[in-house]
């Protein structure tokens, strides 16, 4: 297989392969959300774009963030969500929906300023996979 240079007189839409273009245009990008009050994870994803990551600042008071229910089929499986706390302000509280767990516990408290957890969901529960 053989490559061809890019040069500045073409463009992406018309001169490279229409496999490549797809990949370009349908490339995933993290989506963030700033947020300072609770709020249930992907309850705004109004424009079929689900938001990522999630940056929380508690300054007025502790934020709860509830998990959206795993058990309600194929819409959260392999889902992954990122909750990062901001600031060193009260607590950011992640609820797993329910009686559901993340890692075996209901819920998931951060104190610190620049702690997160991403949480990934096999269909029947949440796990951390990442956290500070």
């Known amino acids: ?15 490279l392969p229409v496999t490549v273009n797809e990949n370009f245009r349908t490339a995933h990008f993290l989506n963030d959300a700033a947020k300072t009050a609770s709020f249930e994870v992907w309850a705004d994803d109004t424009a079929g774009v689900p938001f990522d990551v999630y940056l929380c600042a508690s ?16 819409a959260n499986v392999g889902r992954v969500v990122t909750i990062f706390k901001v600031d060193a302000a009260n607590d950011v509280i992640i609820d797993a929906n329910a009686s559901e767990t993340i890692n075996g516990a209901t819920t998931v408290t951060m104190s610190s300023q620049y702690n997160y957890r991403t949480i990934f969901s096999n269909g029947t529960e949440w796990f951390v996979i990442s956290s500070s």
Do not use: F, H, K, Q
């Open 59 to 74: 300054a007025g008071g502790n934020v709860t963030v509830t998990l959206p229910a795993v058990a309600s089929g194929d």
């Open 1 to 15: 297989m053989s490559y061809t240079e890019l040069i500045s007189t073409m463009t992406i839409s018309s001169d």
